[in-house]
């Protein structure tokens, strides 16, 4: 009945596996999907606001300023702050990714049909998820650190 184009093959997969058809598991994973989409935008939203406002002070910061030196003081600040802000924002983008991952590997987990032969992979994955997040983070305190934050200069104005 089904010859072996791509199209019959899905076909053929879809009339064997409607039988197997749970609504109440593709729910969960629409949802959790959607959950997990629903903490990315927040925390872009999140770290756009602050960019934004970063971008605000410094704006605000340089109104006024007519020495070229406290222009460059006020630059200089604005970049220590920007380099903070990127690694805090990096270091929030780790922290979610790591969590969806291991909720990810823990899904795997509870549905595999035999969890207990999974276990060593599941936590050699984990391992390895905890070994990432902290060479990540430990990089991004390192970068920071190489940073020097300068005192703003005081505004002089004609």
């Given at each position: 009945m089904f010859k072996n184009t791509p199209f019959e093959a899905v076909a053929k997969a879809m009339s064997e596996g409607a039988p197997k058809f749970d609504p109440a598991t593709v729910q969960t994973v629409v949802t959790s999907m959607q959950d997990n989409l629903m903490a990315w935008g927040n925390l872009a939203q999140t770290q756009a606001q602050a960019v934004q406002a970063s971008v605000a002070k410094t704006v605000a910061a340089l109104q006024g300023v007519t020495d070229p030196q406290s222009a460059l003081e006020t630059i200089k600040l604005s970049a220590t702050d920007g380099v903070a802000l990127a690694a805090q924002n990096l270091q929030a983008v780790t922290a979610l990714a790591m969590a969806q991952f291991l909720a990810?590997?823990?899904?795997?987990?509870?549905?595999?049909?035999?969890?207990?032969?999974?276990?060593?992979v599941s936590q050699a994955l984990r391992t390895a998820a905890a070994n990432f997040e902290n060479t990540v983070n430990g990089a991004l305190d390192k970068a920071s650190a190489t940073v020097v934050p300068s005192k703003p200069a005081a505004k002089k104005t004609r």
């Open positions: 990810s590997v823990d899904a795997i987990e509870k549905a595999h049909p035999a969890p207990e032969s999974f276990a060593t």
